[in-house]
């Protein structure tokens, strides 16, 4: 069975502040838990926050530009880009929800690094062996709607390889991969939401198989020789 439970009663953080300690003072964790933290709070205690007018679009769209390293798509102040990470998002994950107002977030510059550095923060605290995934909400080429998917991760495979495997008929797979990462962190959001001001959960009873010590969300980007659409 698979448990998915939100972490309450976080304040609202700033640059420095110590998120794993703010976690493990208010849940007790498990050995196998994989933590769940979303992108926008990560931002906020690395200090990965612009000061901006809200009414200036050029400066607005400047600080975009300054993230990313290709334009895909512009449609008025909607823009698809490339960030150096390799992921493909609007306007190269610059967001003005859930922050102060006069402000916007940027994504943080290793999200894997930001995940282990919470992953081993947590073991110190706690002594226990969970997972750390950094969270953001993607929009979806071809599907309306967003959804959260992993940015970083540490402590568990981004990707659970099937290839060679047999399905329940026999029949031998040779493509199947199985993005656990971004299922996990889309399984925590609905716990979190958008506006319930929760920005970790915990999600309890993932096969153990998933969990390794060595791990990098950045193998859920597609490199562009298999990429059929760049």
Do not use: Y
């Not at 400047?62 to 390799?86: C, K």
């Amino acid at each position: 069975m698979i448990t998915v439970i939100p972490v309450t009663g976080i304040p609202e953080v700033g640059a420095g502040d110590e998120l794993a300690g703010l976690v493990a003072d208010r849940i007790d964790l498990d050995d196998g838990d994989v933590v769940v933290v979303t992108q926008k709070v990560v931002s906020k205690v690395e200090g990965r926050t612009v000061a901006i007018d809200p009414d200036d679009r050029a400066r607005l769209a400047a600080v975009v530009d300054g993230e990313s390293v290709r334009i895909l798509r512009r449609r008025d102040d909607l823009v698809i880009t490339e960030t150096r990470h390799g992921f493909v998002c609007a306007n190269a994950g610059v967001d003005r929800s859930n922050v102060k107002h006069g402000t916007v977030a940027l994504l943080p510059v290793d999200a894997d690094r930001s995940a282990r550095r919470i992953r081993d923060a947590l073991r110190a605290r706690t002594g226990r062996e969970v997972a750390v995934i950094v969270s953001d909400t993607f929009g979806r080429a071809w599907r309306r709607g967003v959804t959260d998917v992993a940015i970083g991760c540490a402590g568990i495979g981004a990707i659970v390889d099937l290839r060679g495997t047999q399905d329940r008929t026999g029949r031998t797979l040779t493509v199947t991969e199985v993005c656990v990462a971004d299922e996990i962190a889309g399984a925590a959001e609905l716990v979190m939401g958008k506006a319930r001001g929760v920005p970790v959960a915990i999600v309890r009873g993932v096969d153990g198989a998933w969990l390794r010590e060595s791990s990098v969300a950045d193998e859920v980007v597609r490199p562009p020789q298999e990429d059929l659409f760049r």
